[in-house]
């Protein structure tokens, strides 16, 4: 089993920066890949960007959010963080954190950011 907890959602005006980030604890040694994904509402949850556990750690991006926000992990904490720079009211979503171990999904509960126009 793996848990995970998100912190750094918020409110912020267009043109702003916010970092989340998801601290992963359980069987961390097995967690292949750690991402975010985001929903709005009436729409299917996105992936928004994905880094692999593996030394290197290869990053995958929504074509979206290429050149603004940046994923990146802390194996000593457990912890992957996605900054968010730019951001635009589009970005304005419930951003989840993920995890994939052995097969297996596993989400945080979600963290709302809210970009202003």
């Known amino acids: 089993q793996v848990q995970l907890v998100e912190s750094g959602g918020g409110l912020v005006q267009a043109g702003g920066s916010l970092r989340l980030a998801c601290a992963a604890s359980?069987?961390?040694?097995?967690?292949?890949?750690m991402g975010w994904y985001r929903r709005v509402p009436g729409k299917q949850r996105e992936m928004v960007a994905l880094i692999a556990s593996s030394k290197g750690g290869s990053t995958n991006y929504a074509d979206s959010v290429k050149g603004r926000f940046t994923v990146s992990r802390d194996n000593a904490k457990n912890t992957v963080y996605l900054q968010m720079n730019s951001l635009k009211p589009e970005d304005t979503a419930v951003y989840y954190c993920?995890?994939?171990?052995?097969?297996?999904?596993?989400w945080g509960q979600g963290t709302q950011v809210t970009v202003s126009s």
């Open positions: 359980g069987r961390t040694f097995s967690i292949n890949v």
């Open positions: 993920n995890a994939i171990s052995v097969g297996l999904n596993y």
